[in-house]
Nanobody, 124 residues
Framework: QVQLVESGGRLVQAGGSLRLSCAASGRTFSSYTMGWFRHAPGKERDFVAAINWSGGNTYYADSVKGRFTISRDNAKNTVYLQMNSLKPEDTAVYSC?????????????????WGQGTQVTVSS
C-alpha cells in the first residue's frame, strides 16, 4: 500500500517556474515507477512524465519535453516535477501516481496508487 500526497501547486505567471512534490508513505517506494499526470477542466487526464525506480530512466509527454523535469529522492520517499517556462495551457490539477513492476509508462492504467492532486494555475 502506498499513499501519495502532492504539494507545491499555486498561481504563477506565464514564463514562471514551479516545483511540485509528491511524498509517499510505505517502505517500498524505491521499487515503484512514479508518474505525473494532469487534468484540466473539460479535458481528459494527460500523462506528463514518468521515472523508473532508480531515477535512471525518464519519459516525457511531447508537450512538456524540455520544460519539465521529473526526479526522485528515494531516501526521502519523494518524487518531484520541476516545471519551467510555464504556459497558460499547463493549467491543471497535477497528480502523482505509483506503478509496480513496470518501467516508465505513459498509460494511466498501469498505475495503481494515486494522490489527490495539487492545482497549478498559469496566468497569461
Amino acid at each position: 500500500q502506498v499513499q501519495l500526497v502532492e504539494s507545491g501547486g499555486r498561481l504563477v505567471q506565464a514564463g514562471g517556474s514551479l516545483r511540485l512534490s509528491c511524498a509517499a508513505s510505505g517502505r517500498t517506494f524505491s521499487s515503484y515507477t512514479m508518474g505525473w499526470f494532469r487534468h484540466a477542466p473539460g479535458k481528459e487526464r494527460d500523462f506528463v512524465a514518468a521515472i523508473n525506480w532508480s531515477g535512471g530512466n525518464t519519459y516525457y509527454a511531447d508537450s512538456v519535453k524540455g520544460r519539465f523535469t521529473i526526479s526522485r529522492d528515494n531516501a526521502k520517499n519523494t518524487v518531484y516535477l520541476q516545471m519551467n517556462s510555464l504556459k497558460p495551457e499547463d493549467t491543471a490539477v497535477y497528480s502523482c501516481a505509483a506503478a509496480s513492476g513496470i518501467g516508465v509508462q505513459s498509460s494511466a492504467r498501469w498505475y495503481t496508487y494515486w494522490g489527490q492532486g495539487t492545482q497549478v494555475t498559469v496566468s497569461s
